[in-house]
């Protein structure tokens, strides 16, 4: 069965500190990546995606993420946080053609000024 | 201005009444899916819907019905069955075109409180 894993469940940081958040997956056949963030008290929206080609995937606010086909992972990451960044952050897989996601239990980040 | 519209924001319900929530979206999608987030628990699909008249059971429908009648319109009934009702309930949509799987878009979400 398909599964997604997010190894840090609540994660703290200073303002200019840099982030990574883990996310692996396990399915076998051809993935599609995604990354969503929930700001306090907004919609959940989509921070980037990969579907195919480069695997070094840009997105908003300054975010990316690498899938590692080898690792079976899509780390978020962004080199220096701000105090905005303060959200939940979930990690969404759906396989091929499949349109149904499969959710991490997201990872709760806080940003002190 | 385009986008999902969930009402109300904040639903509240005495134990054994059914309560429907409303979804509602002007992108022309033409799948829906209903989730039910919870603290420490990510989001876990109850129902989804990939054309009117037509819809499946995610991986949590126990408790819970849904119809789609329309296109832009996917409600979610919260029915007395379900044991543990209280949840944050969001709403999504995408577009479906044969062969891709496509990023999902989000409601802002009913805060159901049922005692």
């Known amino acids: 069965a398909q599964s997604v894993s997010q190894h840090n469940h609540h994660v703290i940081l200073s303002e200019a500190a840099s982030l990574e958040l883990g996310c692996n997956y396990s399915?076998?056949?051809?993935?599609?990546l995604f990354w969503y963030v929930q700001y306090p008290g907004q919609h959940l929206q989509l921070l980037l995606k990969?579907?195919?080609?480069d695997p070094l995937v840009k997105g908003i606010k300054g975010f990316e993420a690498e899938f590692i086909k080898s690792k079976f992972s899509f780390n978020l990451r962004k080199p220096s946080v701000q105090w905005s960044d303060t959200a939940e952050y979930f990690c969404a897989v759906s396989g091929g053609n499949n349109r149904k996601l499969i959710w991490g239990l997201g990872t709760s980040l806080a940003v002190n000024p | 201005d385009g986008g999902i519209t969930q009402s109300p924001k904040y639903l509240f319900r005495k134990e054994g009444q059914n309560v429907t929530l409303s979804c509602e979206q002007n992108?022309?999608?033409?799948?829906m899916y209903w989730y039910r987030q919870d603290p420490g628990q990510g989001l876990r699909l109850i129902y989804y819907?990939?054309?009117?008249?037509?819809?499946q059971k995610g991986d949590i429908a126990e408790g819970y019905s849904v119809s789609r009648e329309k296109k832009e319109s996917f409600p979610l009934t919260v029915t007395s069955a379900q044991k543990n009702p209280t949840a944050f309930y969001l709403c999504?949509?995408?577009?479906?075109?044969?062969?891709?799987?496509?990023?999902?878009?989000f409601g802002p979400g009913t805060r159901l409180t049922v005692t």
């Open positions: 819907s990939q054309i009117v008249n037509d819809f």
């Open positions: 999504a949509s995408s577009i479906d075109p044969p062969g891709h799987s496509v990023e999902q878009y």
């Open positions: 992108l022309n999608h033409d799948a």
């Open positions: 990969y579907f195919s080609g």
């Open positions: 399915y076998g056949g051809t993935v599609n």
